[in-house]
């Protein structure tokens, strides 16, 4: 992510909770299996991914671009314009 100029050295996975999912509007796993809590109205997806744990940037780019195309893909379909960042 760095190389794109996005620093998430600091960022590590969070648990899903309760409150989280009632404040969004689509809540997205990225195939770990979560259990997450159901509300209505709200939109689920379950994003089946290679999990980047020990492999190289080789190996991990692949996926990070997938998870790009997915999160622009979700952004059209919301109807919201994406922000381009500086690299």
């Given at each position: 992510m760095l190389e794109?100029?996005?620093?998430?050295r600091a960022e590590r996975p969070k648990v899903l909770t309760t409150q989280a999912v009632q404040a969004s509007d689509v809540v997205i796993t990225m195939g770990c299996g979560d259990a997450c809590p159901i509300f209505p109205g709200?939109?689920?997806e379950d994003w089946k991914l290679e999990d980047p744990a020990g492999q190289g940037i080789e190996s991990v780019r692949?996926?990070?671009d997938?998870?790009?195309a997915r999160v622009l893909t979700l952004l059209h379909e919301l109807g919201?314009?994406?922000?381009?960042l500086a690299v």
């Open positions: 794109l100029g996005i620093d998430i709200k939109r689920y692949p996926i990070r997938e998870i790009r919201i314009e994406p922000v381009e």
